[in-house]
Nanobody, 124 residues
Framework: QVQLVESGGGLVQAGGSLRLSCAAS????????MGWFRQAPGKERDFVAS????????YYANSLKGRFTISRDNANSAVYLQMNSLTPEDTAVYYC?????????????????WGQGTQVTVSS
């Protein structure tokens, strides 16, 4: 099992930036992909970005390319999400996820380890 703990959420004004962190522990050697998803009130959990643990290849939701950047630190078993030019529409709970497999990595069903989530609120 892999345990995930997110941090870095908070309240930010529109146009601002935040950097989310996700610390992984447990069987981290088995991780194949890690990803970020977000869920706004009353909406489904949506894909944000993912990264291949071995070579750092990244994948993004089309609507977020250019504003969000995912990165990893293998030595510290951590993944990050840099979010820039935030708008109120980015307000959501952001979840870190990990998988040891590697199919359907832009979908929630592709991941079997999840963090508790961190709230991001963007004020107008």
């Amino acid at each position: 099992q892999v345990q995930l703990v997110e941090s870095g959420g908070g309240l930010v004004q529109a146009g601002g930036s935040l950097r989310l962190s996700c610390a992984a522990s447990g069987r981290t050697f088995s991780i194949n992909y890690m990803g970020w998803f977000r869920q706004a009130p009353g909406k489904e959990r949506d894909f944000v970005a993912s990264i291949t643990w071995s070579n750092g290849r990244t994948y993004y939701a089309n609507s977020l390319k250019g504003r969000f950047t995912i990165s990893r630190d293998n030595a510290n078993s951590a993944v990050y999400l840099q979010m820039n030019s935030l708008t109120p529409e980015d307000t959501a709970v952001y979840y870190c996820a990990a998988t040891t497999i590697g199919s359907r990595i832009t979908e929630t069903v592709g991941y079997h380890n999840w963090g508790q989530g961190t709230q991001v609120t963007v004020s107008s």
